[in-house]
Structures are given as C-alpha cells and as structure tokens.
C-alpha cells in the first residue's frame, strides 16, 4: 500500500476582471446564439390608430429575428414603430428603404448600447409589401426579415 501526499501548489491563475469578462460575453453571444428566423413562423399585426391618428407598432429585435415580422399599416397615415432590442451583445438594425413609398427606416442598437428602445416614424404614401431586415453581418441571411404591408 502507498501512502500519497498531496501538497497545495502556490498556483495563481490569470484574472480576466469585469472588463475582460464582458469581452468573453460578448464575443461567445455574438458568435451565432438565438433562433433562427428562418425558424420562425409568420407573426402578424394591424397597427391601432391612437387619437392623435398615428399608427403605433412595437417590435421586438431579437437574435435572430423580428416579432411580429409582418406589420400591417394604412398609406398616407403616420406610423410609429417602437423598436425593443432584446439582445445585449449582438448588434442588429432594422432597415426598410422605399423612398418612393415614403418609407426610411434605418435604426440600431449596437453591443451593450444602453438605449435599447427607439423610435422609427415616417408615414407610407404607396400601397405594397416592402422588405424590412436586419443588415448586420450575415443576419438577413439566417432570416432577420420581415414585411411592411401598405394598403
């Protein structure tokens, strides 16, 4: 029979601190964590008019996907949409480009941008179906889309 003796090594180990934390955070979160979109099914909605007239609709950016990801508005009324960015590390946008629509979208929230609600207005002028994504990185391709209905 052998008797082992085990001794304590005065090791000390690399401390990242908060900083180099966040970092590791940041880069394992960003690195493809959340549904799909493409794994999503179609959540729609009919934006509501308040008494001033204006066409409200929230919208919630998650990774990576839009809920609802199809929005239903009425052509030559103002619309506001509340953006609700839900992931902290992942940056993302929605962007919906139709000048001749009247349609402008461009808002994003980056990684750890501490407004993560904000505002997009315009007021559609052309009846259609418009494209609306997220332009990060490989995002509209992993299904970070949606669809603005004017009618």
Not at 17 to 23: D, E, I, K, S
Not at 46 to 75: C, L, M, W
Not at 91 to 100: G, M, Y
Request: proline residues 5%; hydrophobic residues 40%.
């Amino acid at each position: 029979m052998h008797a082992w003796s085990f001794t304590k090594r005065n090791s000390r180990r690399p401390s990242l601190g908060f900083a180099g934390t966040v970092v590791v955070v940041a880069l394992v979160a960003s690195a493809g964590c959340g549904t799909p979109g493409t794994k999503m099914g179609v959540s729609e909605v009919t934006a509501r008019s308040g008494a001033d007239g204006v066409q409200a609709v929230e919208i919630e950016v998650h990774s990576f996907y839009f809920k609802p990801n199809r929005i239903v508005v009425e052509a030559g009324k103002p619309v506001d949409l509340t953006l609700k960015f839900k992931n902290l590390f992942t940056p993302h946008n929605l962007t919906c480009k139709q000048p001749d629509g009247g349609i402008s979208i461009d808002k994003s929230a980056g990684i750890l941008s501490f407004r993560r609600t904000k505002h997009a207005r315009f007021t559609p002028m052309k009846p259609g179906e418009y494209e609306f994504f997220c332009g990060v990185g490989s995002h509209m391709m992993k299904g970070m889309t949606g669809t603005l209905v004017v009618r």
